[in-house]
């Protein structure tokens, strides 16, 4: 079993900055595909980014050049960097673990994703 844990949300402006970490433990952190999934009020949970064991990254057309998807394995932690933040960019974001270990391919989609962390707000205003 492998918990997540996120932290890093919170109130900010668009056009600034703002970094989600998510900390895991109980598993093999080092060899898992790790995820960020976002949900907006009444949208279905969507991809944003993804990194294979070996540092491959992965990310959604609408954030691309603006997010930053990283993992360090001696502390078991992934990180979202966030970038000109936009008011659409609110919403909740999940941290999730695939439990494929070594896998070649990152998977994007959400039923891929065995663990799940509770989620943090994050909140673009205008």
């Known amino acids: 079993q492998v918990q997540l844990v996120e932290s890093g949300g919170g109130l900010v402006q668009a056009g600034t900055s703002l970094t989600l970490s998510c900390a895991a433990s109980?598993?093999?952190?080092?060899?898992?595909?790790m995820g960020w999934f976002r949900q907006a009020p009444g949208q279905e949970r969507e991809f944003v980014a993804a990194?294979?064991?070996?540092?491959?990254?992965y990310y959604s057309d609408s954030v691309k050049g603006r997010f930053t998807i990283s993992r360090d394995n001696t502390k078991n932690t992934v990180y979202l960097q966030m970038n000109s933040l936009k008011p659409e960019d609110t919403a909740v974001y999940y941290c999730a673990a695939d439990s494929y270990q070594y896998a070649t391919v990152v998977r994007t989609v959400s039923t891929a994703y065995d663990y799940w962390g509770q989620g943090t707000q994050v909140t673009v205003s205008s």
């Open positions: 990194i294979s064991w070996n540092d491959s990254t």
């Open positions: 109980g598993g093999t952190f080092s060899s898992l595909p």
